[in-house]
């Protein structure tokens, strides 16, 4: 059954993403524009904050002997830090940035495209962290700090890429 449980995740997180962006779209457009973008540019920056700090705290579990009171605390910050900040975040992320993306430019702007492209980049990383948090919590873990220093990086040159893109919508 542990098997099937990131797929069973990854199913209720799809149904609640769907849930959300239907539920969106029954709203009056003119009136809730503003508040939608606020709770997206929310919802974005507690998503890059759980982005930023999950690596970080791989460093260190990296550098943590297996089943030591530091790597068990490090395996409750992370489980906690992707399940109540991160995926919550990106579903919100998504829901919203999807409303707007049809609400504001009927999808009809190509830095929009290269915007959702990124973003999808970037839920793959997401991904690949959540598969980490996993592997830690199992004391799999193969990488060393250093990996997880680069890591880090990638969240920060994607958000400058993205808010680039949003900012100066350049085509």
Do not use: C
């Amino acid at each position: 059954m542990s098997g099937n449980r990131p797929l069973l995740r990854a199913i209720v997180a799809l149904v609640v993403l769907a849930l959300a962006v239907s539920a969106l779209f029954l709203i009056d457009s003119a009136a809730a524009y503003p508040w939608i973008k606020a709770f997206h540019i929310i919802a974005v920056i507690s998503w890059m904050a759980g982005m930023l700090y999950l690596p970080r705290l791989f460093v260190y579990h990296a550098g943590s002997k297996p089943g030591s009171e530091q790597s068990e605390t490090f395996k409750v910050m992370e489980r906690r830090l992707l399940r109540a900040i991160i995926n919550p975040a990106m579903i919100v992320t998504w829901a919203a940035g999807l409303w707007l993306g049809w609400h504001g430019f009927g999808f009809d702007a190509g830095w929009l495209y290269a915007k959702i492209a990124l973003v999808l980049i970037l839920s793959g990383l997401h991904g690949y962290l959540s598969a980490s948090v996993r592997r830690f919590a199992e004391d799999r873990n193969e990488k060393p700090a250093r990996h997880w220093r680069i890591v880090n990086e990638v969240p920060t040159l994607l958000m400058i890429a993205i808010v680039l893109l949003v900012v100066l919508k350049p085509f």
